[in-house]
Every structure is written in C-alpha cells, then in structure tokens.
C-alpha cells in the first residue's frame, strides 16, 4: 500500500516552508554568479591555522573528554569564559547558570519559540526580520504582528499602536523578537534610548524580549551600543548570540543568556532535541577565547568587511540611479536597498541571476509579506574586485527595469 504521508504530518510540520533564501543559495553556486544573496561569512575570514592550534591539546589525547556526551548546559569553562565576556564586553550581569551553550543561535530562537509558543499565540517582531527566526517561531503555528524599522530605528509608536490594538482584543503577546545591532537583513541598529524604551514597554505590557545579536561584535565605526539584556534587572530579556561569524559557522556554537528560571525550561527542551551541542566544538572554541585569539580575529575580521562594505558603497554611488536609497550600516554584513515602488524586486531576480548577479527581495523578509520595492545585498561574503562588479550588473538591471517602469534618466557611469 502506498504511504499517504501528508496525512500522517503533524501539524507543525505542515506549517514548515522552504526558506526562499536556502533556495537562492543553490542558484549562487553556478559559476561566474556573483552572490550579494547569501548571508555567509566570508571563508578566509575563518581562522584556520588558530583552529588547529586550539585543537592541538585535543588531538594529543590530553582533553578526552572533548568527545565525550557533555551536559547540556554545555562545557563549564566556555560557559564561564562567555559569562566574563558578557560582563566585560556587553555590560550584561551574569553568572555561570545563567548561560547555556546551543547548536548556533539558530537553536537558541527555535528552543524559545518551544518554550513560550502554543498555537494562535502572538509574537511581535521588527521588521524586515531574520527569516530563520520567523521560521523557527512559524513552526509552533504562532501568528507575527510586525513592527516596522522607519529610516533609522525601530518604530516605537507603531508599536505601542499595536499592543493597545492587540489589548482590546483580549492578545497579549508573549514576546518581540529583534535583532539589537547591524540587523539581518537591514544592517540597522536600536538606539540606546529605543532600547531603553523597548524594556519599559516590555514590562508595561508583559511580555519577554528575544534580543538575537549575531553581529554586535562586527562594528566597523561608533561606539558599541549596551545590549538591551544589559538594562534588564527583571529578567525580562532573552539574549541570544554566536560564534558564526566571529569564529565559524560550521561549528554551529551559539549562546543563550537568560535568567535562572527561563534558562532551567530552556536546558530541559534542549535535552529533548539533542542532548548536548557538539563537545568537540566547544573546547576549541574555549581555547579560542582563554588564548586570547578571539578578539584579535575579531579585528582582522571587522577590517575586512569594513573594506568590502565601503567597496559596495562606493559602487553604488557611482553606478545606481539616484531614485534609489540605501542603508549605511556601521558594522555587520548587510546593506538595504530601497527601489522606487513599481520596482518588484522578486520579479526582476530572474533577469538579475541572468546577468549573473545575485540578491534576496525584501519581501522576503516580511512575514506578512509586502514591501516588494527593497533587497538586502550581503557585503562580506564576495571578494573584492567582484563586489564592483557585481553592483555594475545589478545597476543595469535596475536601470533596465526603471526605463520600463519610468520616465527617469537611468545613470550607468563607468569606473569605480
Ligand atoms: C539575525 C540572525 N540570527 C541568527 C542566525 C543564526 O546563526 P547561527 O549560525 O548561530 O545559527 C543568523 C544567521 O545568519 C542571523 O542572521
């Protein structure tokens, strides 16, 4: 008898869709793409000949237990190495039990999302988000009320509109999610006083805060702004970061930080998926920290995608048409275009991956979906001389498309 299994799904499983973004990584690797679509660090940005000598002790036989199960709060001295690093780095007050080390940060928002999501309940989360952490929620079968970033911040007004909406009908949600600095896939950051205002509207309305900052550590210029969780006295604020792109992603080492309570449910649904993050992993990625490697990467690290951030800025002065807006973003990975309305973003990445130039719509990154006009270009991953060249393509296209749909002069320069 044949297997009639989409009737056996559970229901979970039948809200799981595939990643539009995953798609688009497979496209990007025919030859000669050029790939502003992925969101990958660049490879020579992982420190290979660090990695070795941090795994050397392991390799020697002296740390065996390195590939023994390991609890699944994860390695004592990581944990403790991290709670310092929080302390001293991010202003966040935390001790040993309140850090749990997860498979990326990936786990950290799916294991939230099974803790405090049931079906029908409501989160909220700035928008364009991560869609790894709307698929993530999606899968608990919880509906998104989306808060929009305006030009420059996460828009408070809006979202206070909403939750008196939401009040009246009886919704409460259970938490916002957001990511604090250089986010995934605008490159803006939440002003330290909207993070402050975050917090009290928070507590207001009760509910919790997942601050996800995957790339708080790459800030190319300015002063690093305090995590969110570093005003949270109430244990309010779920912190979520990783070594992804500060080490490597294939480690798939990420951290949540939490109060005692929540970190205790947290550790008990981590269990349930996979016992324990690879061990292995977190003993070089101890060494990475106790030999003092990390923050000298970080530096190389941040040079490096400085340089291609300004390489993509400057091309797109000179070769994109003046109707057409970007994001500057003082650290991270990612850059935001804004096309003038009739552009349909999705609709014109066919005629740009025949050109040979990749990106990811901005719809994309709205869980209700719209906005339909915008993409995010990823800057790091590409190498130098192809970024110019890249944005060369992509501007033709552009402009190709507005002569369609405008009556403005398209402006295609030579040279950057
Ligand atoms: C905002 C954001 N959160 C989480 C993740 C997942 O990171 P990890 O590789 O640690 O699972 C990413 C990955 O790109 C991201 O951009």
């Not at 970033?149 to 939750?163: A, C, F, W």
């Not at 990467?297 to 797109?316: G, P, T």
Request: charged share 25%; hydrophobic share 40%.
């Amino acid at each position: 008898m044949v297997v009639n299994i989409e009737r056996l799904y559970s229901k979970s499983a039948k809200m799981l869709k595939a990643s539009e973004i995953r798609e688009l990584l497979k496209i990007t690797q025919i030859p000669d793409m050029i790939s502003f679509g992925g969101g990958l660090p660049n490879p020579s940005a992982f420190p290979v000949d660090i990695i070795h000598k941090c795994s050397e002790k392991i390799f020697k036989g002296e740390i065996k237990n390195a590939l023994q199960y390991g609890t699944t709060e994860g390695l004592h001295l990581l944990r403790g190495a991290l709670a310092e690093r929080m302390k001293k780095h991010k202003s966040i007050n935390c001790e040993l039990h309140n850090i749990m080390i997860t498979t990326g940060a990936q786990q950290a928002l799916f294991l939230s999302a099974f803790c405090f999501l049931d079906p029908n309940d409501t989160y909220l989360s700035s928008v364009p988000t991560y869609l790894g952490a709307v698929q993530a929620f999606s899968a608990f079968q919880a509906n998104c009320e989306s808060i929009p970033m305006t030009e420059v911040d996460i828009d408070i007004d809006s979202l206070r509109r909403n939750l008196k909406r939401l009040h009246k009908t009886g919704i409460n949600p259970k938490f916002l999610y957001t990511v604090s600095n250089f986010q995934n896939p605008s490159g803006e950051t939440i002003s330290l006083s909207h993070r402050k205002e975050l917090l009290e509207i928070a507590s207001e309305y009760d509910f919790l805060i997942i601050e996800d900052d995957p790339y708080g550590e790459l800030i190319f210029e300015g002063e690093s702004i305090p995590p969110i969780k570093s005003f949270d006295k109430k244990g309010r604020v779920i912190y979520v970061s990783t070594f992804s792109k500060i080490l490597a992603p294939g480690f798939r080492l990420g951290w949540i930080v939490a109060s005692k309570e929540i970190l205790d449910k947290l550790v008990l649904a981590k269990q349930a998926a996979d016992l324990c993050t690879n061990v292995f992993s977190q003993y070089v990625a101890y060494e990475y920290i106790n030999g003092g490697y990390l923050d000298k990467q970080v530096l190389e690290i941040k040079k490096m995608y400085k340089r291609k951030r300004d390489i993509m800025l400057k091309a797109l002065e000179i070769y994109f048409p003046k109707s057409v807006k970007w994001t500057v973003p003082k650290g991270g990975m990612f850059i935001w275009i804004t096309l003038p309305k009739r552009v349909n973003t999705s609709l014109m990445l066919q005629k740009a991956i025949a050109k040979k130039v990749a990106y990811v719509a901005g719809s994309a990154f709205y869980p209700e979906g719209g906005n339909y006009f915008s993409m995010r270009l990823n800057f790091s991953y590409s190498e130098d001389n192809t970024i110019k060249e890249g944005i060369r393509r992509l501007a033709e296209v552009i402009n190709d498309e507005l002569s369609k749909t405008y009556k403005e002069e398209p402006v295609l320069q030579e040279g950057v």
